[in-house]
């Protein structure tokens, strides 16, 4: 990872509890109702929800596990599998009940809390975490091609959760703070074992 990306985790987490402290201030309201008067009900957003579901990430995580497994052979980057999208997701579920913010009003809205949004936290732990490793020993290129979409899925995801009014703003934003640190919380256990590794490796 480029040196700029770990203090960002660290001013990602301070805007993260921020936002955890603020969301009902007048100033984040207003911000959450503009965004909201912006993308509500936009049929091509909203349909980026779909690869931010628990069912296709859990798909997702399989086959990355797989490919780690049988032809990477990167017992360690399974590790890191894990890390990131089945720890992070417990870990917004912690979040969210620490928060326990109500969800929009919505007929027929679901019952969770809404504070961070587990589709923006999710996907931008699993599509970072996708494009992390199958960049690894790649050209440049294709590194640039990977992290560009995922940073483009990652927005559309979260866009799509306050399209479909399951979300406010501020909750799309707060997910994608935190799992960004997360991620790279996960990246320095990543890259500190494998420099270990490397090191045994000479010895």
Known sequence: MKKWSYPLAILTLIAFL???YTYQSETILRFDKKIADMLFGN???EVFH?????????????????????????????IFVVLT???????????KNWAQRPRPELEHQL???SFPSGHAMTGILYLFTVAYLLSENNTKARKIQLW???????ILIGLSRIAGARHFA??????????????????????????????????
């Not at 997702?60 to 990167?74: H, P």
């Not at 999208?85 to 979040?95: C, I, K, M």
């Not at 909750?171 to 994608?176: E, K, P, R, S, T």
Request: proline letters at 2%; hydrophobic letters at 55%.
């Open 50 to 78: 779909h690869i931010g579901e628990p069912k296709f990430v859990i798909w997702v995580a399989i086959l990355l596990i797989l490919y780690l497994a049988w032809l990477a052979k990167n017992y360690r980057g399974m």
């Open 18 to 20: 921020v936002l955890r």
């Open 170 to 203: 501020s909750d799309v934003l707060a997910g994608w703070c935190i799992g960004y640190t997360w991620f790279i919380i996960c990246v320095l256990w990543y890259e500190r074992r494998k420099r270990a590794f490397k090191k045994s490796s000479i010895k």
């Open 43 to 45: 049929p091509f957003i």
């Open 85 to 95: 999208f089945a720890v992070g997701n417990v870990l917004n579920q912690s979040l």
């Open 148 to 154: 560009l979409g995922a940073i483009v899925l990652t």
């Open 111 to 113: 019952t969770s809390f």
